[in-house]
């Protein structure tokens, strides 16, 4: 009964709490350009009420329309309950479970792309084919970082790998991470969620022509998508099994809430980049990752 | 103490000629050094000093065998050297003049160094001392060889320097004490770490072979030669290139000592016969027939690498053919320099007749491409025939089958071009500028007398320098 | 003592990896000359006793590489009007990629190499090898004169960081020659450079073509 309660909680910490990262965002760049900003819950507002509405549907579009962002939430929640929660530990936790995160999230991707792509729109076929093509720079750089962690841990599940070690390796998978978390979560400076220039949109023209239910999925699914890469940044760069539980739990909110506040500063500073220069960003994450992977394995080997 | 003046004497001259005040009587130090350069030389040549083992600067036996033919090079080039001067009486020659004594100091420096670390350090000042000389003329297109010039020879140079630190390695490696001179590297022998020799030789033949002009490295030396003056030319191809060739030789040594010689002598061969084939092509193709000259430069410097991988008789054979192709090659630049100046242009598509325009020269240019193509009875003939044997004796066939076939296609090449634009009728306003290109005693002679020591070198070589080369070859191969 | 010294030279590669992917000239400087203030300080972590030739050596190279060659590159940029965009002939991300993979290749390969017990954990070779390959795919991968300079540079850098595995052994004069003829080579070059400015109006190399086959 106890485990059954303690899953109920973890998956009520997820679905709960993700949209809550997005609000702190608006509201620290609303802080910092001297504005008051929309209230840190204004995400819930939206969810709820696109969750009262109709959903429109092309009559070209197939049932798949409607389906495909269920089924990308769902991988996406997958995905999340493999992440542990720092000392309440992860859902669901086995060997090579950080393999099944990779693919979960790559499924998500898949199926938000397809459904752009069901209207037959060539604007929405236009952003797929770039948030798909960020998408194989930024995936390399994440699997470069698990390769790293799996080194300096000489584990390949999730819970047990998440344990930092001293030293340059840190500094370069924390910066790796962190640009790979903007770019994956579409934040400045490789998209700008707030635009509505066309030419410069690239996740926001994915979801334009949905509505009512299924685009308050896709929106809780990015800010669950947020939370994940917050947490999965802050235990690998925060060595938190030193902690007892309350400090960790803690420090752990604390990190993400860090990682959340940087975002806003990040988006409050920088403009987003021309396209031909996020490649060169991406790659320079993938590297500072795979030099965190060779600091791991070399530091191991001596 | 002598040698040393070799270096001191045209350094002094140079500051001289930066204090110098008259434009038009500076010039007469270039022949007045060279004459005391090629005195101090020959009375060095004829008694020879002794030489401490240590030494770091010495008149060695390699730098006996070589160092003279650089020095009568310089001085016939001097010569000209003022006529051309006069010629070109508009522009300041301070800047060309230092340059040009700077570089003779510093060759003979180079050619005297014992020690790794000096010997590079001589080359890079060698590099950088001729620059001035190559953007001399101050048009757009020498500027733009100037620029190629320094940025291969450069990374060449630094490239050169990667290669002394990896055999300084190798040396402290195998417990050496730090002494970079060639003498105690040899005698360290087998005890240098093997795969750091081998690094080093690749990195040194690359930058030292740069600066030789061997291919793939040799992409500055069209440009350069094709911009610079004849002088310059002459200098570059006849004494620059030397140094960086004794410089090769210096280091096989002890690559051979350290019994990796095999490999060494392999490579040498293949780079040799390759600089040969791609400069025969390239040949095939010129039009310009200074650029010629420069192809032409680089399938002997392959000649050269061929003899050096052919053992002391190859090597003996090759100090050989420094000279001739030294002398020779002076004379083709100096008369392809009157031919140039008269002409208005490099191009065979514009320049013909030249038999009728300047007689002296282009009869001049003619038989020193005869020369250069190894007809006898002058030098080349007798010193590739030398590298023939020795690589007939060391039995590669097929070594010796393509070095034939490269000679072959050079002749060719080189015909080609020269008799294009020595035969059939000028242009009518090629006559104009012509006329104006007076081919004085000045000009005419230099290139003469060069093709006379060439002639002399074949057929009536003393005993002495034979035996000079064959000590310079005993030096870098010590019998255990 | 290991452990600073490797995480300086570290650094200068990860200044090699910021040279390859800029895309703007003072940043290729900046990274340059950190890389020059970088390497004047390693000599004195080597763990010698610090004779005046370390020394010197430490304070020339920091003077040399860091301050002066920097700053002439500066003014010539100032007073050429240089572009401050640099044109790639091969791409940043090719670049970057290069060189990063050349930085693994060194890092993997040297431990194949024989080397001195004192040399053997530290990242002298692989940086070194690394850093002579990023200067040249700079020297190869941009038009720009001044960034082929750059190029040369860190080329340059490369060759005294290999250089260091020696500075207990090997005299005086070679290192003292080393700071000497860069200093030389670069003036020279900048001369050329101001030159091939008012003879062109223009520093990218790809103009240079009139002579070819």
């Known amino acids: 009964m106890i485990p059954l309660a303690h899953q109920l909680l973890r998956l009520a910490c997820w679905v709960l709490l993700a949209p809550l990262l997005p609000g702190i965002i608006n509201q620290v760049k609303a802080r910092v350009a001297g504005r008051r900003g929309p209230p840190v819950l204004q995400l819930y507002y939206d969810l709820a009420r696109l969750w009262r509405k109709g959903v429109v549907v092309s009559t070209l579009a197939s049932p798949a329309f409607v389906i495909l962002p269920a089924v990308a939430w769902v991988s996406l929640l997958g995905a999340a309950l493999l992440v542990p929660l ?131 999925v896709i929106l809780h699914g990015a800010s669950m998508k947020l939370l ?11 060595p938190l099994a030193q902690h007892g539980p309350i400090a960790a739990t803690g420090l752990l909110a604390g990190g993400v809430l860090a990682v959340t506040l940087a975002v806003g500063i990040v988006e409050s500073l920088l403009a987003r980049f021309a396209y031909r220069r996020v490649p060169l960003l991406l790659t320079t994450a993938f590297l500072l990752c795979l030099f965190a992977l060779l600091v791991a394995w070399k530091g191991g080997a001596s | 103490m002598k040698s040393l003046l070799l270096v001191i004497v045209p350094l002094l001259a140079a500051a001289l000629a930066a204090a110098w005040p008259s434009n038009r009587s500076r010039p007469l130090l270039l022949p007045a050094t060279g ?126 320097l990667l290669g002394s630190l990896c055999l300084g390695y190798a040396s402290l490696h195998g417990g050496g004490e730090g002494d970079l001179t060639f003498v105690a590297l040899m005698s360290q022998g087998a005890g240098l770490s093997r795969p750091w020799v081998l690094i080093a030789w690749v990195l040194l033949l690359v930058g030292y072979g740069t600066k030789m002009g061997l291919t793939p490295m040799h992409t500055w030396k069209p440009e350069a030669y094709g911009e610079a003056a004849g002088i310059v030319g002459a200098i570059l191809a006849g004494g620059v290139t030397s140094v960086a060739f004794t410089a090769i030789l210096r280091i096989r040594s002890v690559v051979g000592a350290a019994g990796e010689g095999a490999i060494a002598d392999h490579t040498l061969l293949v780079i040799g016969l390759f ?26 410097m392959g000649i050269l690498t061929l003899g050096a991988a052919l053992g002391p008789a190859g090597v003996a054979a090759s100090l050989f053919h420094v000279w001739s192709n030294s002398l020779t090659k002076g004379a083709l630049f100096l008369s392809a320099g009157n031919i140039r100046r008269a002409a208005g242009s490099a191009s065979m598509d514009e320049v013909r007749g030249m038999n009728i325009l300047t007689p002296r020269s282009a009869a001049l240019f003619v038989t020193g491409l005869f020369a250069v193509t190894a007809c006898p009875p002058f030098g080349p003939f007798f010193s590739e025939l030398k590298i ?50 007076v081919e004085s005693a000045g000009v005419i002679l230099p290139p003469l007398v060069l093709l006379g020591l060439s002639l002399w070198l074949g057929l009536f070589q003393p005993a002495l320098l034979h035996d000079v080369w064959a000590a310079a070859a005993a030096q870098l191969y010590p019998s255990p | 003592m290991n452990a600073n010294l490797n995480l300086l030279i570290g650094l200068a590669m990860g200044l090699n990896l ?87 290749a060194a890092l993997a390969l040297v431990p194949l190499l024989p080397l ?65 003829d860069l200093t030389v080579g670069v003036f020279i070059i900048g001369i050329i450079v101001d030159r091939i400015q008012r003879a062109f109006d223009s520093l990218d190399t790809r103009k240079l073509t009139a002579l070819r086959e």
């Open chain 3, 18 to 104: 910021l040279a390859l992917g800029t895309s703007r000239l003072p940043a290729l400087i900046r990274a340059m000359s950190a890389q020059g203030v970088i390497l004047g300080v390693i000599p004195v972590l080597l763990g010698h006793d610090l004779d005046w030739r370390v020394a010197l050596i430490a304070l020339a190279t920091l003077a040399g590489k860091g301050v002066v060659i920097p700053s002439l590159l500066r003014r010539a940029m100032r007073t050429a009007q240089i572009d401050r965009e640099l044109d790639p002939l091969i791409g940043f991300v090719p670049s970057l990629l290069l060189g990063a993979g050349g930085a693994i």
């Open chain 2, 388 to 437: 023939l044997r020795a690589s007939l004796e060391a039995g590669h066939m097929a070594a010796t089958a393509m070095f034939l076939t490269c000679l072959l296609l050079a002749f060719f090449g080189l015909t080609r071009v020269v008799f294009g634009i020595v035969d059939g009728r000028p242009a009518n306003h090629a006559k104009a500028t012509g006329k104006r290109f």
């Open chain 1, 228 to 238: 994940l890469f917050s947490l999965l940044l802050t235990q690998a760069i925060v």
């Open chain 3, 116 to 180: 001195l017990p004192e040399h053997a954990n530290t990242l002298l070779v692989p940086g070194a090898l690394a850093t002579v390959l990023t200067g040249f795919i700079l020297l190869i991968g941009r038009t720009k004169a001044i960034s082929q300079v750059c190029g040369y540079l860190i080329l340059e850098n490369g060759i005294y960081l290999f250089g260091l595995l020696l500075i207990k052994a090997m005299p005086l004069l070679v290192e003292a020659g080393v700071l000497l």
């Open chain 2, 275 to 300: 600089s040969m084939l791609v400069a025969a092509l390239f040949l095939l193709g010129t039009r310009d027939f200074k650029r010629m000259l420069a192809y032409s430069s680089v399938e002997h």
């Open chain 2, 35 to 160: 004459l005391i350069h090629t005195f101090l030389c020959a009375w060095l040549f004829f008694c020879p000093p002794p030489v401490t083992p240590g030494a770091w600067l010495a008149f060695d036996p390699l730098a006996r065998a070589v160092l003279p033919a650089v020095s009568l090079l310089f001085l016939v080039c001097a010569w000209y050297g003022v006529s051309y001067l006069k010629i070109r009486s508009e522009r300041s020659n301070r800047i060309f003049i230092m340059a040009l004594l700077a570089v003779l100091g510093l060759l003979s420096a180079g050619h005297q160094s014992r020690h790794l670390g000096l010997l590079w350090i001589f080359t890079e000042a060698v590099t950088l001392a001729a620059v001035p000389l190559l953007h001399f003329n101050g048009t757009p297109r020498a500027f733009e060889a100037t620029w190629k010039y320094l940025l291969v020879g450069g990374t060449g140079i630094a490239l050169s």
């Open chain 1, 86 to 216: 720092g000392p309440a530990g992860a859902a669901l936790s086995f060997h090579g479970d950080v393999l099944l995160m990779l693919y979960l999230l790559a499924l998500g991707r898949f199926c938000t792309a397809w459904a752009a792509m069901e209207t037959g729109s060539a604007f929405e076929g236009m952003g797929v084919v770039r948030e798909v093509s960020y998408a194989v720079l930024s995936e390399a750089a994440i699997v470069a970082a698990v390769l790293a962690l799996c080194v300096q841990t000489g584990s390949v599940s999730m819970v047990t790998m998440l344990a930092p070690t001293a030293g340059a390796g840190v500094v370069l998978l924390g910066t790796g991470l962190f640009i790979v978390l903007l770019a994956e979560n579409c934040r400045v400076p490789f998209d700008d969620p707030t635009t509505h220039l066309e030419l410069t949109m690239i996740h926001e023209v994915m979801v334009l022509d949905h509505s009512g239910p299924p685009l308050a």
